[in-house]
């Protein structure tokens, strides 16, 4: 047995990797580095609206939701949870405060939010430190209370030797950094008041903090590098480790392998999209956009991948494609208009019409909702719907139709797309 090759190491392709290994195959994950994970929030954005699995139905036939099972995501979810731990719900969002004291709606959340929780009743108290940049107490507050919530800041005198995140990070990792930080915050606490922080805190240190602290303290996602993403990567990878996943960091798939599909499955269409970007720009079913190979169903038997400045093959009886989309630049569009998978060459799909308009606080930008279209068991498939592997997957970012940014369904998708694609895998075992 091979086993599986994931290519991409965020969270689609790392989580992916796990499930896969639980599942009894041997994994081995190709990526040029690890992902987006380490920049994010630290939360897991499903649906950013009230009610997620209640809303997802209505959503376009072209939504990667349509295609993913509520099975599949909690899969996907309570996979990625049992090495991160999170609190929240699919059923309902939460609603957390920014750093600059918006209301963000997410699904799930490290521990170290969890008393961030917008309720009726409750108290906020705002602080800040003095050494680090980004983070505006009073601002936030006043944001919040515009908004009906009780909030009011402070500013503590506190610095590091740096005005990050990490360095910060490190200072309060140092012994009694952090009682320190919590017998400050008790002293200028009110009675019942949560306390805000600045997320710059590892969860052991949060837990310190709150401890002295005698409040429940909570912490404000600020701008990269996130210390709860990067926790949340770090605790994927360990996982990755202790569960015996290979992983070939700086490798870059370039290419795949193939054989006749020994089962005979052909792509009903001849793997000719119908709505594919072309050359130039417009659509067609009579050539291949450049860049795309035309494939017909065939079997996926290794995944070429560029390392150390020579070409390797990796042996794969499935192929789980977690290379992030656009945002990773696994698919490019260039400034003739061209949309391109940069690893495999397939088929990226894109709404009609101006991919990208000027109205920059207007609608969203409909080039982000490019990608690959993927059947049930989430394989890439041609215009006509069918598969263009029989064991290639695709997942996370790869896929196409959502608004991910704007609606706030990245790591939903992610997670979701992945277990369904184990899932598939594990029916042919
Ligand atoms: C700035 C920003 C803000 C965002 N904000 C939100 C938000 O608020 N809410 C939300 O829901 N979503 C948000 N997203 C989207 C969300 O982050 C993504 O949907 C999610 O990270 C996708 O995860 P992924 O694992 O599919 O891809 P990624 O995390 O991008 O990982 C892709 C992986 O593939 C690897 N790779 C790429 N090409 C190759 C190749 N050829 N060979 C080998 N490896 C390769 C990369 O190195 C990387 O490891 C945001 C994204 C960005 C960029």
């Keep these: 047995m091979n086993g599986t090759v994931v290519v991409g190491a965020g969270i689609a392709g790392l989580t992916a990797a796990l499930m896969a290994r639980e599942a009894g195959c041997k994994v081995t994950v190709v990526s040029l580095g690890f992902g987006g994970l380490q920049l994010s929030a630290g939360t897991l954005d499903v649906l950013g609206v009230p009610e997620p699995l209640a809303e997802m139905p209505a959503l376009d036939a072209s939504h990667p939701y349509a295609k993913i099972t509520p099975e599949a995501l909690s899969a996907g979810v309570e996979a990625f949870t049992r090495y991160v731990p999170m609190e929240g719900s699919l059923a309902s969002t939460t609603l957390l405060p ?20 917008i309720e009726n009743g409750a108290s906020y108290l705002i602080v800040g430190f003095t050494g680090l940049k980004d983070f505006y107490p009073r601002l936030a507050a006043e944001n919040l209370a515009s908004q009906g919530v009780d909030a009011r800041a402070e500013t503590v005198e506190l610095t590091a030797p740096g005005d990050t ?3 910060f990070s490190r200072m309060l990792d140092q012994p009694g950094a952090a009682e320190g930080l919590g017998e400050r915050l008790a002293h200028i606490a009110r009675p019942g008041e949560r306390i805000g922080i600045p997320a710059v805190a590892r969860s052991g240190v949060w837990e310190a903090i709150q401890r002295t602290a005698g409040h429940p303290v909570f912490q404000i996602p600020i701008a990269p590098p996130s210390i709860p993403g990067l926790e949340a990567n770090e605790l994927l990878r360990e996982a990755c480790a202790g569960n015996r996943v290979d992983i070939m960091l700086n490798g870059r798939a370039i290419g795949l392998r193939t054989e006749e599909d020994p089962l005979g499955l052909r792509s009903a269409g001849g793997g000719l999209p119908e709505d594919v970007r072309t050359p130039d720009g417009a659509t067609s079913d009579s050539a291949l956009p450049a860049g795309t190979r035309a494939s017909d169903g065939r079997r996926i038997t290794g995944v070429e991948v560029r390392i150390a400045g020579s070409v390797k093959t990796v042996d794969a009886d499935h192929v789980i494609y977690a290379g992030g989309g656009l945002d990773s630049g696994a698919i490019v569009f260039d400034s003739y208009g061209n949309l391109a998978d940069t690893a495999f060459g397939l088929p990226v799909f894109a709404p009609e019409g101006e991919l990208v308009h000027g109205d920059v606080w207007g609608p969203p930008q409909p080039l982000f909702a490019a990608g690959l279209r993927v059947d049930a068991d989430m394989r890439p498939v041609d215009g006509r719907g069918a598969p263009l592997y029989t064991n290639l997957y695709a997942v996370g970012g790869m896929l196409g139709g959502a608004q991910r940014h704007r609606e706030k369904s990245g790591e939903g998708i992610a997670l979701g797309s992945a277990a369904q694609a184990v899932c598939a895998i594990e029916r042919t075992l």
């Design 98 to 117: 920014t750093a600059l004291g918006a209301l963000r709606p997410t699904s799930f959340y490290p521990p170290s939010f969890a008393a961030g929780r």
């Design 165 to 167: 995140s990490l360095p």
